[in-house]
């Protein structure tokens, strides 16, 4: 596996501030292995110790940011398709232990971890995938967004990227999580421990995400609590033409103890009546 060396931070972030840098090949070379030790697991784009807080490692998505001036337009060939791009495409799933269904992707620069499986879906450079972890059909995982073990990516979910600015967060999906047909995360929204979202839940960072559960709501945005069953909701406001609509979400209860991760998460939602 791949280890990130002690000046590999200062080489990319000097190399970011001066483009002309690149044109020395050690720090062409700084900026290989930091790709190679994202692929590899060894580096994160974001990360939590301890069950504190998370950390985005800004240097990190600025090397993926200069992997992008540095590397070439290649073609290849994978079977009958055939690609022209930039990033190869992520090699050795089998020694990883990962499940991948053609014609699933994964860029280089993603790490998968073992034990999840990719039906045909698309994971970009940067992404991080947990163990036992299923990316469904038509889900896609976006650039940097970090998924944590046990996560179940239900078809057509949309993981959205986010590559710049370089100190932003990225999507934060950590385990246990459910993440509904059609749904779609964006914007840096972090799902805590155990979230469950219906069908169709859509979350950026200025979605009001309203917990009813209770006597009085409760609006969160940007990020979603442990264990929340969530799903999509309107609520009315007022503009100069008149009372409409908007979308919101609303956390409609808890998961319960007895929910089993791996079987049973549709339960969780059924529980309260949701689609799924």
């Not at 044109?23 to 301890?50: F, H, K, N, P, W």
């Not at 950390?55 to 073609?75: D, N």
């Not at 007895?258 to 939602?269: I, K, V």
């Amino acid at each position: 596996m791949s280890s990130p060396t002690p000046d590999l931070e200062a080489r990319i972030d000097a190399a970011y501030a001066d483009r002309s840098l690149l044109e020395d090949a050690e720090t062409r070379g700084a900026v290989e292995q930091t790709i190679a030790c994202l692929d590899a697991g060894s580096l994160r784009v974001a990360s939590q110790s301890e069950e504190g807080p998370w950390s985005v490692h800004a240097w990190v998505k600025r090397a993926i940011l200069l992997y992008f001036g540095v590397a070439k337009m290649e073609t290849t060939s994978v079977g009958p398709y055939e690609y022209h791009d930039k990033i190869p495409l992520k090699t050795d799933f089998e020694a990883a232990g990962v499940r991948v269904v053609p014609p699933a992707v994964a860029r280089r620069g993603a790490f998968i971890e073992r034990g999840a499986v990719l039906m045909p879906s698309y994971v970009n450079i940067g992404a991080y995938v947990g163990a036992r972890t299923m990316v469904d059909t038509w889900a896609t995982v976006g650039s940097c967004a970090q998924i944590g073990a046990d996560v179940h990516l239900s078809g057509g979910v949309g993981i959205g990227g986010v590559l710049e600015p370089p100190g932003a967060t990225p999507v934060i999906i950590e385990d246990g999580c459910f993440v509904g047909s059609r749904a779609i995360v964006v914007e840096g929204v972090h799902l805590e421990p155990e979230v469950v979202l219906g069908a169709n839940v859509v979350l950026t960072a200025s979605t009001p995400i309203i917990d009813v559960s209770g006597a009085e709501p409760v609006t969160h945005k940007g990020r979603v609590p442990a264990r929340s069953v969530v799903i999509p909701g309107t609520r009315t406001k007022s503009f100069p033409a008149g009372d409409y609509q908007v979308a919101c979400a609303l956390i409609i209860g808890q998961r319960k103890q007895s929910t089993d991760q791996r079987t049973s998460l549709n339960e969780a939602l059924r529980d309260f009546g949701v689609q799924v």
